[in-house]
């Protein structure tokens, strides 16, 4: 019980630390239990260690006892083919029985002092729980409080949607989700994908090279034109930083944009949770001040993605939901971009109407998106037209506040981009599916239903079955309540096709598809828009 003695140490030396117990003193009482969670978060961890060390030295234990088998079992081996058995070879054969039976010995003696090790290390921190230690207390003194808690929600969302599917194998998941992409796809083939053919505005590529700006002047702003024309754009970044640019004119140039342009600001800031990049520029060749917000591009922009709970909203006078940690990022940013935004305006010909545009991808654009709607809401910067474009826009507004936005909010999506399509609630709607063809039985569903009934009906070609599978088993996997959606008037853009205006029911489930993550890319978002206009011409 050396670990639960080590430990007792520390929590006894923490009372004389802080000079005695003193229950009248909240903030004493507060250092005690801190500390204590210190020492409960230092056994957890031991508890981790304990496991990869006994991990690594059962690993060199079994090694070592094969090499010594070898070495006796090869010479014996040898020797019967030479000369056929006899007692030299038997005697080896003795040895090598008694090292396998001591290396069954030491392997056993590994459990069980690697079984009583971490019994003693479970009875310690439960010890100190009872005592009140504090929960990642040790996390809390590493990162902050924000991110510590950011952390522990996205850790207990994993765990319980891991938690239904720990009973399937992987391989078993895989395989039911490309059923799963096997049914919608024909569901596709058969119906169609309905819309009303569009026009895009006509400067969404200039919008989204602002976008794809936030990503900085290190050469990723100038993937927008993809890799075969990164070197051309950082040579543009080169030339503008020679003549004396700064961070924001270099990422200009390096996204492509041309024309008058005045930074206002670039913030390129990784750490802070909930604090996307962005850049405030004057963009005097079109007449008004643009707002870029950055994609996910750190740990902490992808911790704001993942904490995706719903969190209430108030819009307009009503009561919705929204992505919980976009909502968070839309909060922090907002008075310091108000701020930006003004000093943006004074720089405006003061004869030309006054606009402002936000836009972003990704991260970016959800974030964006709800910043146009917390700006429209309370009347920000009267007189002043506010517009928001929002490339591959995450699920950020239930159904009644993103149709909402589409006055002043255009989201734009590609093909099966997984983004536009993701959620808390779609992810477990994926998980529902995949656990329906897994064992359809159990759910309601015929045996012709399952993942290989599935895939052989998809090998031989026949999409009519399984679209009419799909409609029977969509409705039986899209059940989870908090749906949430890309804000604003949505429209689709496809390979040789007309932009269509889609409502929010066709991005209501994820798309199992090849494309679906490359679909995502700036690249991508670029080169659909720019096809879209080549087709108006």
Same mark, same amino acid.
């Given at each position: 019980?050396?670990?639960?003695?080590?430990?007792?140490?520390?929590?006894?030396? %923490?009372?004389?630390?802080?000079?005695?117990?003193?229950?009248?003193?909240?903030?004493?009482?507060?250092?005690?239990?801190?500390?204590?969670?210190?020492?409960?978060?230092?056994?957890?961890?031991?508890?981790?260690?304990?496991?990869?060390?006994? *991990?690594?030295?059962?690993?060199?234990?079994?090694?070592?006892?094969?090499?010594?088998?070898?070495?006796?079992?090869?010479?014996?081996?040898?020797?019967?083919?030479?000369?056929?058995?006899?007692?030299?070879?038997?005697?080896?054969?003795?040895? @090598?029985?008694?090292?396998?039976?001591?290396?069954?010995?030491?392997?056993?003696?590994? @459990? $069980?002092?690697?079984?009583?090790?971490?019994?003693?290390?479970?009875?310690?921190?439960?010890?100190?729980?009872?005592?009140?230690?504090?929960?990642?207390?040790? +996390?809390?003194?590493?990162?902050?409080?924000?991110?510590?808690?950011?952390?522990? +929600?996205?850790?207990?969302?994993?765990?319980?949607?891991?938690?239904?599917?720990?009973?399937?194998?992987?391989?078993?998941?895989?395989?039911?989700?490309? /059923?799963?992409?096997?049914?919608?796809?024909?569901?596709?083939?058969?119906?169609?994908?309905? *819309?009303?053919? %569009?026009?895009?505005?006509?400067?969404?590529?200039?919008?989204?090279?602002?976008?794809?700006?936030?990503?900085?002047?290190?050469?990723?702003?100038?993937?927008?034109?993809?890799?075969?024309?990164?070197?051309?754009?950082?040579?543009?970044?080169?030339?503008?930083?020679?003549?004396?640019?700064?961070?924001?004119?270099?990422? $200009?140039?390096?996204?492509?944009?041309?024309?008058?342009?005045?930074?206002?600001?670039?913030?390129?800031?990784?750490?802070?949770?909930?604090?996307?990049?962005?850049?405030?520029?004057? @963009?005097?060749?079109?007449? &008004?001040?643009?707002?870029?917000?950055?994609?996910?591009?750190?740990?902490?922009?992808?911790?704001?993605?993942?904490?995706?709970?719903?969190?209430?909203?108030? $819009?307009?006078?009503?009561?919705?939901?929204?992505?919980?940690?976009?909502?968070?990022?839309?909060?922090?940013?907002? #008075?310091?971009?108000?701020?930006?935004?003004?000093? *943006?305006?004074? &720089?405006? @010909?003061?004869?030309?109407?006054?606009?402002?545009?936000?836009?972003?991808?990704?991260?970016?654009?959800?974030?964006?998106?709800?910043?146009?709607?917390?700006?429209?809401?309370?009347?920000?910067?009267?007189?002043?037209?506010?517009?928001?474009?929002?490339? /591959? &826009?995450?699920?950020?507004?239930?159904?009644?506040?993103?149709?909402?936005?589409?006055?002043?909010?255009?989201?734009?999506?590609?093909?099966?981009?997984?983004? #536009?399509?993701?959620? +808390?609630?779609?992810?477990?709607?994926?998980?529902?599916?995949?656990?329906?063809?897994?064992?359809?039985?159990?759910?309601?569903?015929?045996?012709?239903?399952?993942?290989?009934?599935?895939?052989?009906?998809?090998?031989?070609?026949?999409?009519?079955?399984?679209?009419?599978?799909?409609?029977?088993?969509?409705?039986?996997?899209?059940?989870?309540?908090?749906?949430?959606?890309?804000?604003?008037? $949505?429209?689709?853009?496809?390979?040789?096709?007309?932009?269509?205006?889609?409502?929010?029911?066709?991005?209501?489930?994820?798309?199992?598809?090849?494309?679906?993550?490359?679909?995502?890319?700036?690249?991508?978002?670029?080169?659909?828009?720019?096809?879209?206009?080549?087709?108006? %011409?």
């Amino acid at each position: 019980m050396e670990g639960y003695a080590a430990v007792e140490g520390v929590v006894e030396a %923490v009372p004389r630390a802080q000079g005695g117990f003193d229950h009248s003193r909240e903030h004493g009482n507060r250092e005690v239990t801190k500390n204590l969670g210190v020492a409960k978060d230092v056994v957890g961890l031991g508890n981790h260690g304990v496991t990869v060390g006994f *991990g690594i030295a059962r690993f060199a234990t079994m090694a070592g006892f094969g090499i010594a088998s070898a070495c006796i079992r090869k010479p014996a081996e040898f020797m019967e083919r030479a000369a056929g058995p006899n007692a030299v070879s038997m005697g080896l054969k003795g040895v @090598d029985s008694v090292v396998g039976f001591a290396r069954d010995v030491t392997h056993g003696c590994q @459990d $069980l002092a690697e079984t009583i090790t971490h019994v003693s290390l479970d009875v310690t921190k439960a010890g100190l729980s009872a005592a009140g230690a504090e929960d990642n207390a040790l +996390l809390r003194m590493t990162v902050g409080d924000e991110i510590t808690e950011a952390v522990t +929600l996205v850790e207990a969302m994993v765990s319980r949607y891991s938690d239904r599917m720990a009973h399937v194998p992987p391989q078993s998941l895989l395989a039911a989700a490309s /059923a799963w992409g096997a049914l919608q796809h024909a569901s596709v083939a058969v119906h169609g994908r309905s *819309g009303e053919v %569009v026009v895009l505005n006509e400067h969404s590529e200039r919008w989204m090279r602002f976008a794809a700006a936030t990503m900085g002047t290190a050469w990723f702003a100038g993937l927008v034109e993809g890799f075969a024309g990164s070197a051309s754009a950082m040579m543009r970044a080169t030339t503008i930083r020679e003549q004396g640019g700064g961070p924001g004119d270099t990422a $200009l140039a390096c996204a492509g944009l041309e024309g008058r342009i005045q930074v206002v600001k670039f913030e390129e800031r990784t750490k802070e949770l909930y604090a996307p990049g962005y850049l405030v520029a004057v @963009d005097h060749t079109v007449g &008004c001040v643009v707002v870029a917000l950055r994609g996910t591009s750190s740990v902490t922009d992808a911790l704001t993605d993942l904490v995706c709970e719903p969190a209430p909203v108030q $819009l307009a006078g009503h009561d919705g939901m929204a992505h919980g940690g976009m909502l968070r990022a839309a909060q922090h940013l907002d #008075p310091v971009l108000a701020a930006l935004v003004e000093d *943006g305006l004074s &720089c405006l @010909d003061s004869q030309v109407p006054r606009s402002v545009v936000i836009c972003g991808h990704s991260l970016g654009a959800g974030v964006a998106a709800l910043l146009a709607a917390l700006w429209r809401d309370r009347g920000y910067l009267p007189g002043v037209d506010i517009e928001c474009f929002a490339f /591959a &826009c995450p699920q950020v507004l239930d159904a009644e506040l993103a149709m909402a936005q589409s006055n002043h909010t255009t989201s734009l999506i590609v093909g099966d981009d997984l983004v #536009p399509r993701f959620s +808390l609630a779609t992810a477990q709607d994926l998980q529902e599916a995949m656990l329906c063809l897994h064992d359809p039985e159990s759910h309601g569903l015929h045996p012709s239903l399952s993942t290989g009934e599935v895939l052989q009906a998809q090998s031989q070609g026949h999409t009519e079955r399984l679209a009419a599978a799909y409609a029977l088993v969509r409705p039986k996997v899209c059940t989870s309540e908090g749906r949430l959606f890309p804000a604003g008037r $949505l429209i689709h853009l496809l390979p040789q096709q007309a932009p269509l205006a889609i409502t929010g029911g066709a991005l209501d489930e994820l798309i199992i598809a090849r494309e679906m993550g490359s679909s995502h890319m700036p690249r991508a978002y670029l080169v659909a828009i720019q096809n879209a206009a080549a087709a108006e %011409v």
